[in-house]
């Protein structure tokens, strides 16, 4: 019997170690924007697509978006805002956090934090 | 040492084991009982190690699990520091990140024991493999699954393990929470949507922010 088979996975998983860290450091030398906005939607329970007009009613209520959207390319107005701070006047459309496609073509977004004290 | 993803299903009250569906079972052998182990398995009846993977023992019963035996190495902490510890009988892969592991609850079952990690280094270790493909989200699944079966003091725990990381290390977790947080659902997996607010206060435990 041969552990050559042991041998071979170990190779692949010091391989995949490898870049594993170099995505790692990555993530820390090039500013790392995509992670930042990756945590920004695990923080948050739901995601609206609003209109940029919309976008335009939160700011005149004082909402300033969150600076992840402004780094961004191009930059997209993200406003995190609790359930019962969002205007009446905006219903948004709700988008399944899971849908890249989706939350990157909507003109501002508004995502919906966990409740937390 | 039972490890891996039957772990969640373990933790289970009374080992349910209806979280997680796998046909093996991996069991985790410190380096320094490798010669007991071998000890045992010459005396043990309705297993044999498979032709092809000699780490991993077919059973007789098709019925029963495969059983997959992996090394771990106190003094490991990183995957890259994995190696192969040859053996004619029993050889092992020993992973780095197996390190993590501290032995835990012993839980009982039909007349079975099976010690079981805490979760708080499984979900370490879970959360830092290397992720490729439907296998890298499955792994990530099980983290959920020991996400959902530990205690405030294991999250504790957890967050004391991970602020002792380096900061590669941490930022590989963050990275990985956040791909869990918005995996889709996979069947015979725990559900990634109703996890989705138990990652959100471990990523707030964690100090976590965008």
Redesign the interface.
């Known amino acids: 019997?041969?552990?050559e088979?042991?041998?071979a996975?170990?190779r692949q998983?010091?391989a995949?170690?490898?870049?594993?860290?170099w995505?790692?450091?990555q993530?820390?030398h090039a500013r790392g924007v995509w992670?930042?906005?990756?945590?920004?939607?695990?923080?948050s329970?739901r995601a609206l697509a609003i209109s940029a007009a919309d976008a335009a009613l939160l700011r005149a209520d004082g909402l300033e978006p969150?600076a992840?959207g402004h780094e961004l390319e191009p930059a997209k107005l993200i406003f995190v805002v609790s359930e019962d701070r969002v205007p009446s006047a905006i219903s948004g459309e709700d988008v399944p956090?899971?849908d890249d496609h989706r939350l990157l073509l909507a003109p501002a977004l508004i995502l919906i934090?966990?409740h937390?004290e | 040492m039972v490890g891996g993803s039957q772990v969640p299903n373990l933790l289970q009250p009374n080992a349910a084991s209806t979280l997680v569906v796998s046909q093996d079972v991996d069991l985790v052998v410190p380096v320094r009982s490798h010669e007991e182990v071998r000890e045992v398995l010459s005396r043990m009846s309705g297993y044999a190690?498979s032709?092809?993977?000699?780490?991993v023992w077919l059973p007789a019963d098709p019925e029963c699990l495969e059983i997959n035996f992996i090394g771990r190495d106190p003094d490991l902490r990183?995957?890259?520091d994995?190696?192969?510890l040859?053996?004619?009988r029993l050889?092992?892969?020993v992973?780095g990140l197996l390190g993590f592991l501290r032995e835990g609850m012993t839980v009982e079952t039909e007349g079975v024991r099976a010690r079981l990690p805490r979760p708080a280094g499984l979900l370490a270790e879970k959360l830092l493999t290397?992720r490729?493909g439907l296998k890298g989200e499955r792994d990530l699944l099980v983290a959920l699954g020991l996400l959902m079966h530990s205690s405030d003091a294991d999250l504790n725990e957890f967050a004391e393990l991970y602020d002792g990381l380096p900061?590669?290390?941490q930022?590989?977790i963050?990275?990985s929470?956040?791909?869990l947080?918005?995996?889709?659902p996979q069947s015979g997996m725990p559900d990634p949507e109703r996890g989705?607010?138990l990652?959100?206060?471990l990523?707030?435990r964690l100090h976590?922010?965008?």
Do not use: G
Not at chain 1, 35 to 43: D, N, S
Not at chain 2, 51 to 55: G, V
Not at chain 2, 181 to 184: A, D, H
């Open positions: 019997m041969t552990s088979r042991l041998h996975r170990l998983i010091r995949r170690a490898a870049i594993r860290a995505e790692a450091r993530i820390r992670f930042r906005l990756e945590l920004l939607l695990a923080h329970r969150h992840v956090l899971q934090p966990f937390r | 190690p032709p092809a993977e000699p780490s990183e995957s890259a994995s190696y192969v040859d053996d004619a050889p092992l892969l992973f290397e490729t900061q590669e290390s930022t590989l963050l990275s929470l956040a791909v947080s918005r995996l889709r989705r607010e990652v959100d206060v990523l707030a976590s922010t965008p």
